[in-house]
């Protein structure tokens, strides 16, 4: 491979819109999602090969991230990739952080955008880079939007008949509430069936610790990011058995090694975003598997694009180490790239195509927001 090929001369940003398949996400904190901004890149090269990365937070409160921010990003980000060779990860990360500190979600499209590329340029499929190909059927889980007891346990068991046998249950309210939610959940689960329960990081310590306490009895639950910062978390770890899944704090690398010291989770929730890009996220999840933790593996949202990404991800994921997966154009009514990849029975399929695999319609992207060339 010829780095003159795999040269940058080209980038494009596109807006897209992504609206959620059951209508209302709603999350603790009053927060609710129907419609997001969702922002693509085209990287192309001298060679003509074009690679996708998607870029799309979940609101402006869920993250220091929020859609508008990542394409003031790139319009900084992206000259500075032109003319770097895209199949040289390092060189495209270290032209980034170089030009911008932090925006990881926006660093996390062009990121992904130059794996596609070189997946092409090499002919192989991504997760052949990112550590080969372990399994190729994985397991998916589904979010429980936050509601009544009785609503949410109609949601696990309408996906329980779609094939979906993972569930990531959304609380963060009062405690007792979010006891009864869980309860009503677990009634209807099967006996081979795996719950989270997420706060999304809006308990503080107190009531955290009310809420593991009412949910210890359950032995089958897990409970993730209960507060929002990693002292409070490790603080409630202490005091409770429940196996603990820490999300929106592992930003880093040296995050997780210092929750990892501190005995403070079992498992991590890693989105490829929050920590700027596949070259990043597979370190992470590397190192994570070494220390004897699970993974769940997706990203804040997205669409067909996030959902391939996540997937080579979790494909060369030793299948031990995964616990769940998402595939995000599950959960949002447009596609780019039809539909693809696409679930079935509750399990997602990786594409042995070369790069993403995936096949972007860019006349559904309308005309760019932004172009940067050589």
Not at 254 to 280: F, P
Not at 305 to 329: E, G, Q, R
Not at 335 to 359: K, Q
Request: proline share 5%.
């Amino acid at each position: 491979m010829h780095a003159s090929l795999t040269r940058i001369d080209r980038v494009d940003v596109f807006g897209f819109d992504l609206t959620y398949v059951h209508g209302s996400y709603v999350m603790s904190g009053g927060r609710v999602v129907e419609r997001l901004p969702s922002t693509i890149v085209r990287v192309t090269t001298a060679d003509g090969i074009e690679g996708y990365g998607e870029a799309c937070p979940l609101g402006a409160t869920y993250l220091p991230a929020f859609g508008e921010g990542a394409r003031a990003a790139l319009r900084e980000l992206a000259p500075a990739v032109i003319g770097a060779d895209a199949a040289n990860l390092a060189q495209v990360g270290e032209r980034m952080d170089r030009t911008l500190r932090g925006h990881g979600y926006a660093k996390s499209a062009l990121d992904v955008a130059c794996w596609d590329v070189f997946g092409q340029a090499a002919g192989v499929p991504v997760a052949h880079l990112l550590g080969g190909v372990l399994q190729t059927d994985l397991p998916l889980y589904m979010a429980v939007p936050m509601g009544s007891p009785a609503a949410m346990a109609a949601f696990v068991e309408e996906e329980r008949g779609r094939g979906t046998h993972h569930f990531q249950l959304k609380v963060g309210g009062a405690p007792e509430t979010d006891a009864a939610r869980v309860e009503a959940v677990i009634e209807a689960l099967g006996p081979d069936d795996a719950l989270v329960a997420d706060a999304n990081g809006a308990w503080r310590r107190q009531d955290a610790i009310t809420a593991a306490r009412l949910l210890e009895r359950h032995q089958r639950l897990r409970l993730e990011q209960p507060c929002p910062t990693l002292e409070e978390c490790i603080a409630v770890r202490r005091l409770t058995t429940l196996p603990m899944v820490l999300d929106e704090v592992i930003t880093d690398l040296q995050v997780l090694v210092r929750a990892a010291e501190a005995g403070a989770m079992d498992q991590i929730n890693l989105k490829i975003g929050r920590v700027g890009g596949l070259t990043k996220a597979r370190l992470i999840r590397d190192v994570a598997v070494e220390l004897g933790m699970r993974v769940m593996i997706e990203d804040s949202w997205g669409g067909d694009i996030v959902s391939a990404a996540v997937s080579h991800l979790a494909a060369a994921t030793p299948p031990d180490s995964l616990f769940a997966v998402s595939f995000m154009n599950d959960w949002t009514n447009e596609h780019v790239a039809g539909y693809n990849p696409r679930s079935a029975n509750g399990r997602g399929p990786v594409s042995t195509g070369p790069g993403l695999g995936i096949t972007v319609d860019a006349s559904l992207l309308g005309e760019p927001i932004a172009t940067f060339r050589a």
